[in-house]
C-alpha cells in the first residue's frame, strides 16, 4: 500500500499484513480535541472546521451521518474526493475539488499540516481553517467531537446520559469483529487468517441478530453513535465485502432482524443522502486491484435499502428531527 514518508509519496511502503498474514490496521496519526471552551487549543467554533471525507469509506461516512445527524451543516464545511483510488492516492478533481486550497491529492493536505509527515494518508480528515492543520483523522474520537463538543439546532445526542458505558462497549465489540472484520477478511493473505476473520465475524453478526430481536437500536430504544458505526459496514456488506471480500457465507439481507435494522436506519432523516452506492462499489472493486485486478465492477445485487421494515413493533425514542416524518435537509 501507499503512503508518505517523511513527506515524500511512496508506493511501496507500507506492508499491509504482518507475518501470519492477518491484515494489520496502521494507527492514525493526528489525535487533538476540539473542545468545547473559548481557551481551548481547538475551540468548538462555527465555521472554523472542515471535513475531508469519500462517499466509499465506512469511517468517513460515519462522520458524515453524524454531521448530518446532529445539523452541523452550517457550522462544519464538508467536502469529498474522488471515489476511486489509484496509486497517488485520493485524488480530488474537478467534479470534486479541494475547496480551501485547491490541491490535487488528499496527501497535500496531510504535508500542508507536516511536511515531515511519515504514514497513511486516510479519510475522514477534520481540518481546522484557523491553524490551517489537521485536527484529527481517528473517525470515532471526530463522531465524539461532534457529537459532544457542539450543540447542533435539533438537540440530537448519539452518546446520551445513562447509555454511555452500553455506547462505548458496544462500538468497541463491533469494531474488531465486524467494521475492522471485513478488512480482516478481505486483506487476510493466510488461509487461516482468512477463516478465523470470517469466523469472527458471522459470530458477531449472529449476536447481534440475536440482539436485535427485541431491542430497536444496538443499546436500546435511543439512535447512538453505536447504531452510527454498525449501518456504515451493514449499508456496505450485500455490495462489496460479501463478494469483494470473500464474506459470502451469509447476506445482510438474509438476517431478518439485521437486514430490516438496516432499512430503519437508512431511513431515518438524513441517512440516505449520505449513502452513495455508486461511489461505494466503484471504489472497492476499482481500487483493489490486488482483489480484482480487472477492476470490473458488479451491476448487482438489487437491494432496496427503502422498502417497508418491520421495526416499527419496537419503541424507540427519537428527537422529532429524526422521525420518519421529519423533513430532511441535503447536504
Known amino acids: ?74 457550522d462544519i464545511s464538508l467536502s469529498i474526493v474522488e471515489p476511486v483510488r489509484y496509486d497517488d492516492g485520493w485524488e480530488f478533481s474537478e467534479e470534486y475539488p479541494d475547496p480551501l486550497y485547491g490541491e490535487p491529492y488528499l496527501r497535500d493536505v496531510y504535508t500542508r499540516a507536516d511536511p515531515e509527515f511519515t504514514g497513511r494518508v486516510t479519510v475522514p480528515v477534520l481540518w481546522d481553517k484557523e491553524r490551517e492543520t489537521i485536527v484529527n483523522n481517528e473517525s470515532r474520537e471526530i463522531m465524539r467531537m461532534l457529537d459532544t463538543e457542539f450543540e447542533g439546532p435539533d438537540g440530537v445526542d448519539l452518546w446520551p446520559e445513562g447509555y454511555r458505558e452500553d455506547v462505548d462497549a458496544a462500538i468497541d465489540d463491533i469494531y474488531e469483529t465486524i467494521n475492522n472484520g471485513v478488512y480482516r477478511a478481505g486483506f487476510a493473505d493466510a488461509q487461516e487468517a482468512y477463516e478465523n476473520a470470517v469466523e469472527d465475524l458471522f459470530d458477531a453478526l449472529g449476536h447481534w441478530e440475536e440482539v436485535l430481536d427485541d431491542r430497536r437500536f444496538l443499546v436500546g430504544d435511543v439512535l447512538t453513535e453505536a447504531d452510527v458505526a454498525m449501518f456504515a459496514t451493514l449499508i456496505r456488506f450485500d455490495h462489496v465485502y460479501h463478494t469483494h471480500f470473500k464474506c459470502n457465507r451469509q447476506a445482510i439481507h438474509e438476517y431478518p432482524n439485521l437486514w430490516n435494522y438496516t432499512k430503519d436506519l437508512y431511513q431515518i432523516p438524513g441517512i440516505a443522502e449520505t449513502v452513495n452506492v455508486d461511489h461505494i462499489t466503484r471504489h472497492y ?16 445485487p438489487d437491494i432496496d435499502f427503502s422498502a417497508p421494515h418491520n421495526r416499527d413493533r419496537l419503541p424507540a425514542d427519537l428527537p422529532p428531527a429524526l422521525r420518519a416524518d421529519a423533513t430532511a435537509a441535503d447536504d
Open 285 to 300: 472493486y476499482m481500487s483493489h486491484a490486488d482483489l480484482n485486478p480487472k477492476r470490473l465492477v458488479p451491476t448487482g
Open 1 to 74: 500500500m501507499n503512503m508518505l514518508v517523511d513527506g515524500e509519496w511512496r508506493t511501496d511502503a507500507y506492508q499491509a499484513t504482518n507475518e501470519d498474514g492477518e491484515f494489520d490496521r496502521d494507527e492514525t496519526s493526528f489525535r487533538d480535541w476540539i473542545q468545547d471552551d473559548p481557551d481551548a487549543e481547538f475551540p468548538a467554533d462555527s465555521g472554523r472546521y472542515h471535513v475531508y471525507i469519500s462517499r466509499a469509506c465506512p469511517w468517513a461516512h460515519r462522520v458524515a451521518m453524524t454531521r448530518r445527524l446532529k445539523g452541523l451543516e452550517d
